[in-house]
């Protein structure tokens, strides 16, 4: 038997509050944090700690930095040094679009008993060198404090993505079906959320920032690096190439031509690379219908309001993070009420319960509190919805379909 809706719902009342922030947050006494409170690593820390596992070509010993092309050229150890430590250089530091091209990934999906492989288009955008300097060591302090307040409480469990656990995928979903295993039979459900990176909420960003902080307002310099990722430009590689007079890519293959970095001219000098930007910043292409496209483009905005944050940068994967604080206690906190788990690997969510408690109850309660921590555009995909029922056979958990009540194993 399981719990009314009406039901269901007075028990949520009764046994949650709403959730006013991780419980051991600790607010600051002053409006603003120090301005160089984060200036807390030594010059070899940054260099082991950031700078080598950014900066150096994975599983080689050669000294051979490690860089995406664009516009400026990679820092060395102590001129990164000197401007990521420094608030104030940080403060006043001038962005560069981000470069971005689409990402093809190919699933397979099961449908009707055929295997078919389908193409994913993930838009990606990566940060300028001196850019990305900043956010790998912004985004390495943020961890750090993040990784403090949850690592006493359930989200430590719960928050898979994006972490050092040193554990894999394989051991996590061996989690979810040992604790499947233990019951006597329960209910699964799993989520996806639409264009995660694309719908962020900067006004809930910034208080889930400030939270971590432990400050009730931005110093400068973070003010600053939180501006860059929310008011961010971006450029299609193609495009930038085309309007610098570089062929297009299958005329460079077949000319075996090698875009070079900087990114620049091909009569341009080596350091003339940010004089070529700043040419063609404002350049604007020509489209068939007579109408005009700029190189350097804005996300569109969602009733007249810009959302989301580069998906691609070092700081992308630590705010989506941050970002999911109170959804994540919500439903950790929700679990706990009622003897169940809830595992989240950024956009894609599981909860696992008792049977007692009904599959589209939970639903409920899962996409309302989406809506009310996570921001009205953070949205559930009803295409990746599934909801499984483990059930009791013979001494044999059979996974089913909870609508159908036909045969579906759970995927995850």
């Not at 699964?188 to 307002?217: A, G």
Request: glycine residues 6%.
């Amino acid at each position: 038997m399981t719990k009314s809706s009406a039901g269901f719902k007075k028990f949520l009342n009764q046994s949650l509050k709403t959730p006013q922030g991780v419980s051991n947050v600790r607010r600051a006494t002053s409006p603003c944090g120090s301005a160089k409170w984060n200036i807390l690593l030594n010059f070899d820390q940054y260099k082991e700690e950031i700078y080598d596992k950014k900066h150096r070509l994975k599983g080689s010993t050669a000294s051979r930095g490690k860089s995406r092309i664009h516009f400026d050229t990679p820092l060395d150890i102590h001129s990164a040094y000197s401007l990521v430590s420094d608030p104030d250089k940080v403060s006043k530091h001038w962005f560069l679009p981000f470069i971005g091209f689409d990402q093809s990934i190919r699933k397979i999906r099961k449908h009707n008993g055929l295997t078919r492989r389908i193409s994913k288009i993930r838009p990606l955008r990566y940060a300028a060198n001196r850019d990305g300097y900043i956010y790998a060591y912004y985004s390495y302090l943020l961890d750090k404090k993040y990784e403090s307040l949850i690592k006493d409480i359930s989200l430590n469990s719960s928050v898979l993505a994006y972490r050092s656990l040193e554990k894999s995928n394989i051991d996590f979903a061996k989690e979810v079906f040992d604790w499947i295993s233990q019951t006597q039979g329960c209910n699964v459900l799993t989520i996806d959320l639409s264009s995660f990176f694309d719908t962020l909420d900067h006004d809930i960003l910034k208080k889930q920032w400030q939270r971590v902080n432990n400050v009730e307002r931005l110093s400068e310099d973070h003010y600053m690096v939180f501006k860059s990722l929310t008011n961010y430009s971006f450029m299609n590689i193609e495009d930038a190439l085309l309007a610098l007079g570089w062929p297009d890519k299958s005329n460079r293959k077949r000319l075996g031509e090698k875009i070079p970095n900087p990114l620049r001219k091909k009569t341009s000098g080596y350091h003339g690379a940010l004089n070529d930007f700043r040419n063609i910043r404002k350049y604007k292409f020509t489209e068939p219908d007579g109408s005009f496209r700029y190189l350097i483009q804005f996300p569109e905005k969602i009733d007249g309001k810009r959302y989301g944050i580069p998906q691609g940068s070092p700081m992308s994967a630590i705010l989506s993070n941050i970002y999911m604080l109170d959804f994540d206690q919500y439903c950790c906190e929700l679990m706990e009420k009622i003897g169940g788990i809830y595992r989240r690997y950024c956009d894609d969510i599981i909860v696992l319960f008792p049977q007692e408690f009904a599959i589209n109850d939970i639903y409920k309660a899962l996409e309302e509190a989406l809506n009310e921590y996570g921001g009205s555009q953070l949205k559930i995909n009803p295409t990746k919805v599934e909801k499984i029922q483990f059930i009791n056979n013979s001494e044999k958990l059979i996974a089913i379909d909870a609508v159908s009540k036909a045969y579906r194993p759970l995927q995850y």
